[in-house]
């Protein structure tokens, strides 16, 4: 039996509406706002990160001035009658929220109106949506991230994701959701015709339904690499090996003396059993907890074998360039040379990053994936990504401790 009695309700709810150029601007100014409410929300729409900053909808406010100020309705009354159909269950949220099926209904009337311009139209629609899967998004991760989280872990996490991962392949939140919103209204999608007809109650819940478990996915995806990332944090915040180096006695030269540590890990490099440290490497794999152990090895014993070989040169310029970056971030940021623990949690999230400005950090990262090709057969985009990253670390790492191993 088909259910239609929500199109009704609304026609009678939302009579007062004209669905034409002016409302859609109206309706689009709403979710401007609420793309750029504070810093916070225009930080994160324009970034890749979850949880930094941390942005949520507020019912008692985003959900006041959508049924006040775009639907012009007592959100009381509209649930009331909404709740009186058949095909709702008060006790499905998100299937029978008022603000989410209002977003459907919208969606339908601005898709079906003749009184609205093509270019409005189609960027009201988007942008409806936008709005229904941010507000689906962020309540789902604040459930699980109940305060803001350490930037550093959520760059390690946002540089785990395989590059298959939308987001990565949008670049921000706003094209993520945008992205997403095109899907939804494109003539293929799976709710094309509801959205057209209306008339379905049990279609227009399963919409619904559809597009917060797509992005129920991509939060647990998003958590899942946050976890890890998490993880490694702890690891290297609790090694027992980072305490071998404790101490300044431990450390090299000072931080403004590029050449002694560049002398130092070249001579370093020069013999296998001399670059290759286990205690180093421990600490390396704490801080890149996905990487498989073998694959650092590979990459290692390659540097050690092919150190000082023509057919390998690159080796040469990447053990330079490297520290170069290294000491040249951890003098311009004033850390301690003896933080190593800092140090290296931010390194790491400067090695991960997406973008990167330093000539010495890119032209490094060119010559770590030459390395890391060449020294291991795996062919996993993430694995590779990740050995880079492990790879530019250890260099790193070798050539702050180098007295240690003198």
Request: charged residues 25%; contains cysteine.
């Given at each position: 039996?088909?259910?239609?009695?929500?199109?009704?309700?609304?026609?009678t709810?939302?009579?007062?509406?004209?669905f034409?150029?002016?409302?859609?601007?109206?309706?689009?100014?709403?979710?401007?706002?609420?793309?750029?409410?504070?810093?916070?929300?225009?930080?994160?729409?324009?970034s890749?990160?979850?949880?930094?900053?941390?942005?949520?909808?507020?019912?008692?406010?985003?959900?006041?001035?959508?049924?006040?100020?775009?639907?012009?309705?007592?959100?009381?009354?509209?649930?009331?009658?909404?709740?009186?159909?058949?095909?709702?269950?008060?006790?499905?949220?998100?299937?029978?929220?008022?603000?989410?099926?209002?977003?459907?209904?919208?969606?339908?009337?601005f898709?079906?109106?003749?009184?609205?311009?093509?270019?409005?139209?189609?960027?009201?629609?988007?942008?409806?949506?936008?709005?229904?899967?941010?507000?689906?998004?962020?309540?789902?991760?604040?459930?699980?991230?109940?305060?803001?989280?350490?930037?550093?872990?959520?760059?390690?996490?946002?540089?785990?994701?395989?590059?298959?991962?939308?987001?990565?392949?949008?670049?921000?939140?706003?094209?993520?959701?945008?992205?997403?919103?095109?899907?939804?209204?494109?003539?293929?999608s799976i709710?094309?015709?509801?959205?057209?007809?209306?008339?379905?109650?049990?279609?227009?819940?399963?919409?619904?339904?559809?597009?917060?478990?797509?992005?129920?996915?991509?939060?647990?995806?998003?958590?899942?690499?946050?976890?890890?990332?998490?993880?490694?944090?702890?690891?290297?915040?609790?090694?027992?090996?980072?305490?071998?180096?404790?101490?300044?006695?431990?450390?090299?030269?000072?931080?403004?003396?590029?050449?002694?540590y560049?002398?130092?890990i070249?001579?370093?490099?020069?013999?296998?059993?001399?670059?290759?440290?286990?205690?180093?490497?421990?600490?390396?794999?704490?801080?890149?907890?996905?990487?498989?152990?073998?694959?650092?090895?590979?990459?290692?014993?390659?540097?050690?074998?092919?150190?000082?070989?023509?057919?390998?040169?690159?080796?040469?310029?990447?053990?330079?360039?490297?520290?170069?970056h290294?000491?040249?971030?951890?003098?311009?940021?004033?850390?301690?040379?003896?933080?190593?623990?800092?140090?290296?949690?931010?390194?790491r999230?400067?090695?991960?990053?997406?973008?990167?400005?330093?000539?010495?950090?890119?032209?490094?990262?060119?010559?770590?994936?030459?390395?890391?090709?060449?020294?291991?057969?795996?062919?996993?985009k993430?694995?590779?990504?990740?050995?880079?990253?492990?790879?530019?670390?250890?260099?790193?790492?070798?050539?702050?401790?180098?007295?240690?191993?003198?």
């Open positions: 039996m088909i259910h239609n009695e929500l199109k009704g309700i609304f026609t709810q939302l009579k007062h509406l004209k034409d150029d002016r409302y859609a601007k109206q309706v689009m100014s709403y979710v401007t706002g609420f793309i750029n409410k504070n810093e916070n929300h225009t930080v994160f729409f324009g890749t990160l979850i949880g930094t900053p941390q942005i949520a909808f507020v019912p008692r406010e985003d959900g006041r001035q959508w049924f006040e100020g775009i639907l012009d309705v007592d959100e009381k009354e509209l649930r009331d009658a909404l709740h009186s159909a058949k095909a709702i269950d008060p006790s499905h949220n998100v299937g029978s929220s008022p603000y989410n099926l209002s977003i459907i209904y919208l969606a339908h009337m898709l079906t109106s003749k009184s609205i311009s093509r270019r409005r139209q189609d960027e009201v629609l988007i942008q409806l949506f936008v709005m229904l899967q941010a507000k689906f998004l962020t309540s789902l991760v604040n459930n699980f991230l109940e305060h803001e989280v350490n930037k550093d872990i959520a760059i390690a996490a946002y540089a785990s994701l395989s590059k298959r991962f939308i987001l990565k392949q949008m670049g921000s939140w706003i094209a993520y959701f945008r992205y997403r919103a095109e899907d939804i209204l494109s003539d293929s709710h094309s015709e509801t959205l057209r007809r209306f008339n379905n109650d049990d279609k227009i819940t399963y919409a619904l339904s559809d597009i917060q478990t797509r992005e129920r996915a991509t939060a647990n995806l998003l958590m899942d690499a946050f976890t890890a990332a998490h993880a490694a944090d702890t690891r290297i915040h609790s090694s027992s090996a980072i305490s071998t180096f404790d101490g300044v006695e431990s450390l090299g030269a000072r931080v403004d003396n590029n050449r002694a560049i002398e130092e070249h001579k370093a490099a020069s013999e296998r059993a001399s670059f290759d440290i286990p205690d180093v490497k421990d600490i390396i794999l704490a801080l890149m907890p996905t990487l498989p152990p073998k694959v650092l090895d590979e990459c290692l014993g390659y540097i050690g074998d092919n150190y000082g070989d023509r057919r390998a040169d690159g080796i040469s310029e990447l053990l330079e360039k490297n520290v170069i290294a000491i040249g971030f951890i003098r311009d940021n004033k850390l301690k040379i003896t933080d190593l623990r800092n140090i290296l949690i931010r390194l999230s400067i090695y991960m990053a997406p973008k990167a400005a330093d000539a010495y950090l890119l032209r490094s990262r060119e010559l770590a994936d030459g390395v890391v090709n060449a020294a291991t057969s795996t062919t996993n993430a694995t590779l990504a990740s050995a880079r990253v492990a790879v530019m670390l250890y260099i790193t790492l070798r050539a702050l401790v180098y007295r240690k191993y003198s």
